[in-house]
T-cell receptor
């Protein structure tokens, strides 16, 4: 079983719709969690950290479920500019000794 | 913008030749990382550095070496390039706050080994 698993997609979603991705992780000792977005042929860019209580940043909401070992990302009112690959990232190390494991990404295309 | 540049951005080389990739940062971050990204795999850590002359191996370090003689520069060397090292290479730095350590990436180097 992979340490971090994501549905690769592609998710083809009409503009304005709501879309959600899940990501599961296998190491229950994982300490912190992130979502990155990656545009084609570009570097990954931090979208948001995922906090235990869940957090929201504009149209984006991230949730963590430690019991079931998954994190989720919800995008509301999707825009064409949201088209990208979304990477789930899990840190299984301690602060100062991070060991990041990256998922292979979920590809999202927003359709006009 | 985390102030990270990578050079070269693209390189084509032949099997058996040595190749050095450079990562340069302008913000005095202590931690620097080299990853590779291949289809079907998440980003995988090659080597990382936690200070000048302090480096350690990641999960896919075979065939790679690194050096960090200055805070701002982290070099990745392929001693004798092989076709399996064709990949996109990303450098990253860690931005450390009281509560979190977050990694930011450079623009990447696309390496092709023929």
């Amino acid at each position: 079983r992979k340490e971090v698993e994501q549905d690769p997609g592609p998710f083809n979603v009409p503009e304005g719709a709501t879309v959600a991705f899940n990501c599961t992780y296998s190491n229950s000792a994982s300490q912190s969690f992130f979502w990155y977005r990656q545009d084609c042929r570009k570097e990954p860019k931090l979208l948001m950290s995922v906090y235990s209580s869940g957090n929201e940043d504009g149209r984006f909401t991230a949730q963590l479920n430690r019991a079931s070992q998954y994190i989720s990302l919800l995008i509301r009112d999707s825009k064409l500019s949201d088209s990208a690959t979304y990477l789930c990232v899990v840190n299984r190390g301690d602060f100062g000794n991070e060991k990041l494991t990256f998922g292979t990404g979920t590809r999202l295309t927003i359709i006009p | 913008d985390a102030g990270i540049t990578q050079s070269p951005r693209h390189k084509v080389t032949e099997t058996g030749t040595p190749v050095t990739l450079r990562c340069h940062q302008t913000e005095n971050h202590r931690y620097m990382y080299w990853y590779r990204q291949d289809p079907g795999h998440g980003l995988r850590l090659i080597h990382y550095s936690y200070g000048v002359k302090d480096t350690d191996k990641g999960e896919v370090s075979d065939g790679y070496s690194v050096s960090r003689s200055k805070t701002e520069d982290f070099l990745l060397t392929l001693e004798s390039a092989t076709s399996s090292q064709t990949s996109v290479y990303f450098c990253a730095i860690s931005e450390i706050t009281i509560v979190r350590n977050t990694q930011y990436f450079g623009p990447g180097t696309r390496l092709t080994v023929l």
